[in-house]
């Protein structure tokens, strides 16, 4: 049943324009049947496509995926906390952030399927976005948003309990993002922290690329690309961590 909220923005009319087929398949992967199915269909919604189709600035899923970031920490905080009572609020700090990191919703997000119940501008559809782990990520959370506002917590609870259980369950490898694990290896040796910089943006305004770089007292910097600053920031201190044997790389 969907929960009456009276502070609930207005939502497009959406209804033509994303397949019917996808939105019903994706509900039911999800396991939650929409009351405002244009709800999940503007979760769905990409910035390319809400420009093309003029749908105004709250036309895309930024405004859910906002939403759903924090209703994602908020379940996998009390998952942690339960499953870990004895843990320090700093362990359970670096388990939340591996679980809720970008990297980790575009994985769940392939295995929904979200992909393929995307609405993207032309552009944006031609180059590849339904597979880029950035879009699938942010439209994870904005769906987790979408389900919150829907039907409340309960439905979004019981998703991310679906998807997050077992990754937090088997949790492996560093509990810490790059940027962050670089910084603490940095000050453990008396150094300054870390300086970004970007080198390079290339692509449209809809799909851009980044090349950071990272300079380190007394070491060769860094260099790493992605779809946003922040991810080529993580990719140029990643590269350093292994370089240096902190980190192992992974495949």
């Known amino acids: 049943m969907a929960v009456d909220r009276p502070d609930r923005p207005p939502v497009p009319d959406l209804v033509s324009l994303a397949p019917d087929a996808a939105i019903d398949a994706l509900q039911e992967r999800i396991g939650h049947r929409f009351a405002a199915t244009e709800l999940l269909r503007r ?77 993207l ?5 031609r180059s590849g976005g339904r597979m880029k782990a950035t879009i699938l990520g942010d439209v994870c959370e904005a769906v987790i948003g979408a389900i919150y506002l829907d039907g409340g917590l309960e439905p979004a609870r ?25 910084q603490e290896w940095m000050q453990g040796r008396g150094l300054a922290p870390p300086f970004y910089a970007v080198v390079e943006r290339s692509g449209p305004h809809h ?24 991810e080529a920031e993580q990719a140029a201190a990643r590269e350093v961590l292994i370089r240096e044997g902190q980190w192992k790389a992974t495949p």
């Open 158 to 182: 019981q998703l991310i309990e679906r998807y997050w259980s077992p990754r937090m369950q088997n949790l492996s490898g560093p509990l810490r993002d790059a940027k962050s694990a670089l």
């Open 43 to 119: 979760a769905l919604t990409h910035d390319s496509a809400a420009a093309e189709l003029s749908l105004g600035p709250n036309g895309s899923y930024q405004r859910l995926e906002f939403l759903g970031d924090r209703v994602l920490a908020l379940v996998v905080a009390d998952m942690l906390s339960a499953a870990h009572p004895r843990a320090a609020e700093g362990e359970l700090a670096r388990r939340l952030n591996a679980l809720v990191r970008n990297e980790t919703c575009a994985e769940i997000a392939q295995e929904l399927g979200i992909g393929e119940a995307l609405l």
């Open 121 to 125: 501008g032309e552009g944006e559809a």
């Open 207 to 230: 799909a851009p690329r980044f090349v950071v770089s990272v300079t380190l007292a007394g070491h060769e910097p860094g260099r790493g690309e992605g779809t946003s600053k922040r």
